[in-house]
């Protein structure tokens, strides 16, 4: 499976600020999603990440709040947008294997906002 | 009603046992089903596909019931290190390959 890897693991952030998310993977990936995951809660679907044309956002997620960036096959980035406490959750990124459909995800970024 | 709902335990078992997880969905147009194991504090790691004759993993077990919409999976012998949460995953129509995820099934087998 494809190694997944993402920066920064945790960060602690004042609320208005921003927080980039790195994803990258060690091969080209078709398809690219990113995942949250609140406190006790299961993973919901922020948006899939397109090669070269926007995201594709989920209901109740919008391009100003989460801008999303995906120029390769093996890279993404998560922006959360003027954060607020309830915006502290783990971001995860995810790939689906080239020929499969099966995703695997990346260790994950845990944010915390004050 | 959410798109997949899973018991959420938490299941205590000794080693050696067996235990069963279900899992439901709402959509009967889903057509890939998962199982993913997450460790506190860790990400999601893929467990097993869940194929429509039912598939077979040393210990682990998953079976797919269209007709009732759920899939399950069961971990024969128990070990500590099955200690975990399982989270069951479907794919989300219209989203390609996205997955909609229970909010998954805490299992702590003890000594």
């Known amino acids: 499976s494809a190694v997944i890897s993402q920066k920064p693991s945790r960060d602690i952030c004042q609320r208005g600020t921003s927080l980039t998310i790195q994803c990258q993977v060690d091969?080209?990936?078709?398809?690219m999603f990113w995942y949250r995951q609140q406190p006790g809660q299961s993973l919901t679907l922020i948006a899939t990440?397109?090669?070269?044309?926007?995201?594709?956002?989920e209901s109740g997620f919008v391009i100003d709040k989460f801008p999303i960036s995906r120029p390769n096959l093996t890279f993404s980035t998560l922006t959360v947008s003027n954060l607020s406490p309830e915006d502290s959750s783990i971001y995860l990124c995810?790939?689906?294997?080239?020929?499969?459909?099966?995703?695997?995800f990346g260790p994950g970024t845990r944010l915390t906002v004050l | 009603r959410k798109e997949v709902e899973q018991d959420p335990g938490p299941f205590n078992v000794p080693e050696g046992a067996t235990v069963a997880f279900n899992c439901t969905y709402s959509?009967?147009?889903?057509?890939?089903f998962f199982w993913y194991r997450q460790d506190c504090r860790k990400e999601p790691k893929l467990l097993m596909s869940?194929?429509?004759s039912g598939n077979e993993d040393g210990r682990f077990t998953a079976q797919l019931n269209r007709a009732s919409q759920y899939i399950s999976l069961l971990i024969r012998d128990s070990k500590l290190s099955d200690s975990a949460t399982y989270l069951c995953?479907?794919?989300?129509?219209?989203?390609?390959?996205?997955?909609?995820f229970g909010k998954g099934t805490s299992l702590l087998v003890t000594p």
């Open positions: 995810s790939v689906k294997e080239t020929g499969g459909n099966t995703q695997y």
């Open positions: 091969s080209q990936v078709t398809m």
């Open positions: 990440a397109n090669q070269g044309s926007e995201a594709t956002y």
């Open positions: 959509n009967s147009a889903s057509q890939s």
């Open positions: 995953a479907v794919n989300i129509i219209n989203s390609g390959y996205a997955l909609n």
């Open positions: 869940v194929y429509s």
